[in-house]
């Protein structure tokens, strides 16, 4: 019951607005614009030098934020994909197609596509895979150690010291998961760094908003566009 309400009040609340959520996320793509351009010397705001550092570093605070944003971002997408539910009140209502009481497919997925962009930007400088690879074994460590009876570590000190065991298990399982998380993903955070490119950030921002200001107040959607 309790899990009905929260859905329930997060569909009313975001899935009920995926159009403006698309939009955010075409603001927050103009501040990767910004924050890649100044960063690359691409874009060069006014003033002195210590006054550039400023923005940049109020841009990246915003960046950092979009992890939070991201997962909203990419739940919403999800939910109204899963759920069927139209992206704004302007397409459900829209009376010139039958078909605009369901989801939009482009909307949800540019949702999705954008939350995981989103939420990867800010961790592209962090070593993500050694750090959930590190925590994996440290997890499997002290589970195996709580899982094994006492007179059984007793009985294995005998012949080697359990500690050398727990830590060789520790580093078998960091070194596993820290690769497989890092292969898979490299194609994302590709994906990440290719949309936050410049270039390709100003395309997406337009996309976002021309497609989110289309669902939100028009009722339609850029595929039906023509």
């Known amino acids: ?4 309400s929260f859905l329930d009040g997060f569909v009313n609340i975001f899935a009920d607005s995926a159009a ?10 103009l501040v990767w614009f910004f924050y890649e351009g100044i ?15 400023k923005v940049s570093r109020s841009l990246k605070i915003i ?7 991201g997962v909203i971002t990419l739940v919403t997408g999800i939910v109204t ?14 009376p010139t197609a039958d078909v605009n009481d369901h989801f939009d497919w482009l909307t949800s997925i540019a949702l999705i596509v954008m939350g995981i962009a989103m939420f990867l930007k800010p961790l592209e ?6 750090l959930l690879g590190l925590a994996a074994g440290a997890a499997a460590a002290l589970l195996v150690a709580l899982i094994l009876p006492a007179n059984f570590i007793e009985a294995a000190n005998g012949y080697v010291n359990m500690k050398w065991i727990l830590f060789a298990l520790f580093a078998i399982v960091a070194t596993i998961v820290g690769v497989a998380i890092k292969f898979w993903l490299s194609s994302i955070e590709a994906i990440s760094k290719f949309i936050s490119w410049p270039p390709m ?4 921002a337009a996309f ?5 200001f289309m669902v939100w107040i028009g009722g339609h959607t850029l595929i039906t566009l023509g």
């Open 125 to 130: 400088d962090l070593p993500l895979a050694a």
């Open 39 to 53: 960063r690359r010397g691409w874009v060069k705001p006014k003033g002195e030098e210590w006054e550039r550092d």
């Open 1 to 4: 019951m309790i899990f009905n």
């Open 63 to 69: 960046i950092g934020l979009g992890i939070i944003l």
């Open 201 to 204: 950030a100003l395309i997406t």
């Open 81 to 94: 994909m899963v759920m069927d539910i139209p992206p704004s009140f302007a397409y459900r209502d829209n």
């Open 20 to 29: 403006i959520m698309l939009v955010i996320c075409g603001l927050m793509a």
């Open 208 to 212: 976002c908003l021309v497609q989110g």
